[in-house]
């Protein structure tokens, strides 16, 4: 369990952050960047500790689905970029496949 903190429960902790990702993404969509940005940074929080590269991935994911609904390409190319790297860290070809260019 090395990079885990003491007391950390895995399956929680992603669910909690799969669920604030797909707040965020829904907010985005809707142009509520007042609530989008928060959910993303809590989902980022509660990875930061992590050695989970999949749901770290998956927060980047979000967070570029976000930029994109702001028009905010270059950002939104960044964070595919970091998602791409972990992805690629983890070995999760499925999910690279899955992100376009």
């Given at each position: 369990m090395a990079g885990r903190p003491r007391g950390f429960n895995r399956?929680?902790?992603?669910?909690?952050?799969?669920?604030?990702?797909?707040k965020a993404e829904k907010a985005g969509?809707?142009?509520d960047?007042?609530?989008a940005e928060p959910l993303v940074q809590?989902?980022?929080?509660?990875l930061e500790p992590t050695d989970e590269l999949n749901a770290r991935a998956k927060a980047y994911l979000a967070l570029a689905e976000v930029r994109r609904c702001e028009g905010r390409t270059?950002?939104?190319a960044s964070a595919?970029?970091?998602?791409?790297?972990?992805?690629?860290a983890?070995?999760?070809e499925a999910?690279?496949?899955?992100?376009?260019?």
């Open positions: 399956s929680a902790a992603e669910a909690d952050q799969r669920g604030k990702a797909e969509h809707i142009g960047r007042r609530e809590e989902a980022f929080a509660l270059d950002a939104e595919l970029a970091d998602a791409r790297a972990l992805l690629t983890k070995g999760n999910l690279l496949q899955r992100i376009t260019l």
